[in-house]
């Protein structure tokens, strides 16, 4: 874990929004392209959960709570992975990993910190 560095979190009042990012400067561009991506968040006494994930040629999953207020994209060419969360609420409240996994390699960030004032 600590091969991605996030960048984005912070404090934001409920109703705000957020835009997350996740470069991935040591995975070269071909292995990259074909990599399942996504989101993971972890809050104080409770498990890390997948928040959202995609992969190049299939569907995208969001955990039911999100839906309809985040979205995980990715920019292939600069080998980097965003989640843009809007209308946020107190309860995604959490610290959000970025991770990249190549099928040879599984990279993970250190977290970002995401807290939300209601």
């Known amino acids: 874990q600590g091969q991605l560095m996030e960048s984005g979190g912070g404090l934001v009042q409920a109703g705000g929004s957020l835009l997350l990012s996740c470069p991935a400067s040591?995975?070269?561009?071909?292995?990259?392209?074909?990599?399942?991506l996504a989101w993971y968040r972890q809050a104080p006494g409770q498990q890390r959960e997948l928040v959202a994930s995609t992969r190049s040629g299939t569907s995208t999953y969001y955990t039911d709570s999100v839906k309809d207020r985040f979205v995980i994209s990715r920019d292939n060419a600069r080998k980097m992975v965003y989640l843009q969360m809007n209308n946020l609420r107190a309860e995604d409240t959490a610290v959000y990993f970025c991770?990249?996994?190549?099928?040879?390699?599984?990279?993970w960030g250190q977290g970002t910190q995401v807290t939300v004032s209601s």
């Open positions: 040591r995975i070269i561009t071909s292995s990259f392209t074909v990599s399942t």
């Open positions: 991770n990249v996994n190549t099928g040879h390699t599984d990279d």
